[in-house]
């Protein structure tokens, strides 16, 4: 089949390894007939959990052995010089010599962002690599990055940024000409820091649709599709809204608990806002992009169970299909001029 | 009355002008005998309103004339410039004076702080005046300090910054040695660029409470009573978390619309979410303390209605009543050390 997609899991990584890495896996291949799974892990793990597959699925399944785990909470540096048989490392090899057109992880972020970078390395013009995620905003969602793979960024680093969030939202979410906007704070006088005027000003300069600064209630308004930003920022962002979420969702129950009907709405209520809370857990909901590596690294939450995990998988076959790094290299060369 | 506080009042400012202003504080100085209010303002505007008072509160309100208002869109230098005579200017002069204990103001945040700055000055030893706010929170509500006032912050001000939250959680909100937070993000590799990682430092050498780092989700989990930030990041994070509630109260909204019951728990859900909502606009919900200034003042929504406004003056009086200024002076000297 001209468009299957091979998709590397590290079957190992995660609260719960196999039992969610693997699970949520075959269920895309079983799903999704132009997937094949490279599992990757100690096979003793992963192949009782293949006995019962279908041939035809089966058949689309190939466990790839690796010895080691790379811990939640392992340095990278230590991932890296120690780990050269983890899971997580022979997965993005797999990526690296070209028999995984992708790689997913629910492994240690820290470990697997300075690993994807050591082996797959970045695409030219792209100086640091960034995490992507789909926030739920008012038609749908918006994408936004960096979420924290760097601290800081560059005025050159955002307008990367924003070319990467530009192509993903165009590929992965089918926008045409995506809106982007760059992230700053209100106040009109002294409208954001010098890095962030640096980076309006080439933003301007480029052929992306950039309509301009958007504040942190923009995130969820739905009036861009891409909104970027740097580390520190985005990964601040992104935990206080999930902290308020969690706190609404935890006020609402408390709210009606006085009658039964009452607790009955509380119910309907918080689980709604529960919902929501969980979508803005992006590893959880369907995966973070780590972008501007020159092969597709998808994060799935530490704590995924199936269902999310097998999300995860399927965020990698759709970037797959669509060649998302060598469509950054392109957009590159067009827009960013 | 030895505990007579006395707060002028910009009663022009604001989207609704004397009709939010005048009425607001209205409502606290009947309501609190120990509140004498100075209204600032054009006087055919404002005396209008305070013909059916009783003459025991009428005798605790002065109408002090200002002939010129600082437009919602003026710049802050315009103001200083060129408005020598305004509703705003002259509350802040009053509060030079001496003639009053604190100053509120629903209007332009530039402009208010620009003026506040040039009028009052800073608290020797406080370099920079910062945005303070109480957001929502598991145990009732944390304080937030820099929400938007200076676009970056030096280690130094950041310290400032978390001695001027603690004097405030302590007078304000009651709290005995308040816990207070450096938000950063979690990346625990390279946690934190460079200036976060030096406040760390000198925070651990002050004698507050500091804990040390806190995420974007401690804001509203009550682990903190006082998380410091910059400017930028306090604002991104505040209006995002705005945003989301906003989300959150729209979608419940569609979320039961089905039956009339639906509509129902709906309508229910939706304003008690509304409620945390507003609880997330500081200007809206109690006013946002300008903090470092040698003086108090009180920034109130621009589209504050009556109730709204009456908050902002009654923080206004909890502030001058414990000499916020003067109790940041002392802290200085005694904790940052």
């Given at each position: 089949m001209s468009n299957r997609v091979s998709i590397a899991v590290d079957a190992m990584s995660g609260d719960l390894g196999p039992r969610s890495c693997v699970t949520g896996a075959l269920d895309v291949v079983r799903?999704?007939?132009s997937v094949e799974l490279?599992?990757?892990?100690?096979?003793?793990?992963?192949?009782?959990?293949?006995?019962?597959?279908?041939?035809?699925?089966r058949e689309r399944v190939r466990v790839v052995a690796a010895s080691q785990v790379v811990e939640m909470d392992e340095s990278p540096r230590d991932a890296i010089r120690r780990k050269k048989d983890s899971s997580l490392r022979?997965?993005?090899?797999?990526?690296?010599?070209?028999?995984?057109?992708?790689?997913?992880?629910?492994?240690?972020?820290?470990?697997?962002?300075?690993?994807?970078?050591?082996?797959?390395?970045?695409?030219?013009?792209i100086e640091r690599p960034a995490i992507l995620a789909a926030i739920p905003s008012g038609d749908g969602q918006t994408l936004m990055l960096d979420l924290g793979a760097n601290t800081s960024a560059t005025p050159e680093q955002l307008v990367q940024f924003a070319?990467?969030?530009?192509?993903?939202?165009?590929?992965?979410?089918?926008?045409?000409?995506?809106k982007v906007g760059l992230l700053n704070i209100g106040s009109e006088e002294?409208?954001?820091?010098?890095?962030?005027?640096?980076?309006h000003q080439r933003l301007q300069g480029t052929g992306l649709n950039y309509i301009g600064y958007v504040e942190g209630n923009d995130i969820c308004s739905g009036?861009?599709?891409?909104?970027?930003?740097?580390?520190?920022?985005?990964?601040?962002?992104?935990?206080?809204?999930?902290?308020?979420?969690?706190?609404?969702?935890?006020?609402?129950?408390?709210?009606?608990?006085?009658?039964?009907?009452?607790?009955?709405?509380?119910?309907?209520a918080s689980s709604a806002l529960d919902g929501i809370?969980?979508?803005?857990?992006?590893?959880?909901?369907?995966?973070?992009?780590?972008?501007?590596?020159?092969?597709?690294?998808?994060?799935s939450h530490g704590g995924a169970d199936a269902a999310?995990?097998?999300?995860?998988?399927?965020?990698?076959?759709?970037?797959?299909?669509?060649?998302?790094?060598?469509?950054?290299?392109?957009?590159?060369?067009?827009?960013?001029?």
């Open positions: 799903t999704d007939p490279l599992l990757v892990g100690r096979p003793e793990e992963i192949e009782p959990r293949l006995v019962r597959l279908d041939a035809a699925v022979r997965a993005l090899d797999l990526v690296a010599a070209g028999e995984a057109a992708a790689c997913v992880s629910a492994g240690n972020t820290g470990a697997l962002m300075a690993s994807a970078h050591f082996v797959l390395g970045m695409i030219p013009g070319v990467m969030g530009s192509v993903v939202a165009t590929d992965v979410v089918g926008r045409e000409r995506p002294i409208k954001g820091h010098e890095l962030v005027k640096a980076a009036r861009v599709d891409v909104v970027v930003t740097d580390g520190f920022t985005g990964n601040v962002a992104l935990k206080s809204m999930e902290g308020i979420a969690r706190f609404m969702a935890t006020t609402m129950r408390g709210e009606f608990t006085s009658s039964p009907l009452r607790k009955l709405q509380a119910l309907l809370r969980r979508r803005l857990d992006p590893g959880r909901y369907n995966g973070a992009s780590m972008v501007g590596l020159t092969g597709i690294v998808i994060k999310a995990f097998s999300q995860a998988v399927r965020l990698a076959a759709v970037e797959a299909r669509n060649g998302v790094p060598s469509q950054i290299s392109a957009e590159l060369k067009t827009k960013a001029g």
